[in-house]
């Protein structure tokens, strides 16, 4: 491993730095979400689509 023998290193600087980049560079927000709810209800209606289907081709054979 090296070692920085450097007499000028300033260990706040690296703190310093890391915190203006951080101020610089916001986290980029996430993208909203997609609603679960419509979803859910086509599901229901396609379920419940196949269940008359069923149920009509059951009473007429």
Do not use: K, S, W, Y
């Not at 610089?24 to 996430?30: A, G, L, R, T, V």
């Not at 993208?31 to 269940?51: D, F, K, M, Q, S």
């Amino acid at each position: 491993m090296t070692q920085n023998n450097d007499p000028n290193m300033d260990p706040a600087g690296t703190t310093q730095h890391f915190r203006r980049f951080v101020d610089e560079n916001p986290e980029p927000e996430e993208a909203p979400r997609r609603p679960i709810l419509p979803l859910a209800l086509a599901g229901v209606g396609v379920v419940l689509a196949i269940a008359i289907i069923a149920a009509l081709v059951i009473a007429f054979l």
